[in-house]
């Protein structure tokens, strides 16, 4: 499970440090990919082999179906993490997400997304707005 939000920073190589937290469930390795709000998501190969096989399951002849398995697999990179606990980010997916100098990884209970600073900023600015509460309601929490 992932959970809590971490700030580290990525290397002028695209080496991030994997917070040590969640290093034990990614140890065996992991897939990073192009999120959807700019930024990257990262899953563990169960994670991974799971949402891939949903993904297989649609139908190819849909439209949609085909543009989402181009995102979502032509961006993917399996990566293991080194012995200090830091992963290779290829440049398209940095590019992608703006990441450069701090990150921030934020555990999304069954993935983690990547973010740069400033963005993630920008999103928990959003999120944190008490006003805008009530587009949660039909959440049913």
């Given amino acids: 499970?992932?959970?809590?939000?971490?700030?580290?920073t990525i290397d002028n190589k695209g080496r991030l440090t994997i917070p040590a937290k969640f290093r034990g469930e990614l140890a065996a390795g992991l897939v990073v990919t192009r999120g959807f709000d700019q930024n990257l998501m990262l899953f563990t190969l169960e994670g991974w082999q799971e949402l891939a096989d949903r993904i297989?399951?649609?139908p190819l002849a849909d439209?949609?179906?085909?543009?989402?398995?181009?995102?979502?697999?032509?961006?993917?990179?399996?990566?293991?993490?080194?012995?200090?606990?830091?992963?290779?980010?290829?440049?398209?997916?940095?590019e992608f997400a703006a990441i450069e100098g701090d990150v921030v990884i934020a555990g999304m209970y069954?993935?983690?997304?990547?973010?740069?600073?400033?963005a993630w900023e920008a999103v928990r600015d959003s999120i944190n707005d008490s006003s805008d509460a009530a587009r949660w309601e039909d959440l049913g929490v």
Avoid: C, K
Avoid at 110 to 118: C, D, G, Q
């Fill in 1 to 8: 499970m992932f959970l809590g939000e971490f700030t580290h």
């Fill in 56 to 58: 297989a399951q649609r």
């Fill in 63 to 94: 439209e949609d179906v085909r543009a989402f398995r181009r995102r979502v697999f032509s961006g993917a990179v399996d990566l293991e993490p080194d012995r200090q606990g830091r992963i290779l980010l290829p440049p398209y997916l940095r």
């Fill in 110 to 118: 069954n993935y983690v997304e990547l973010w740069s600073a400033t």
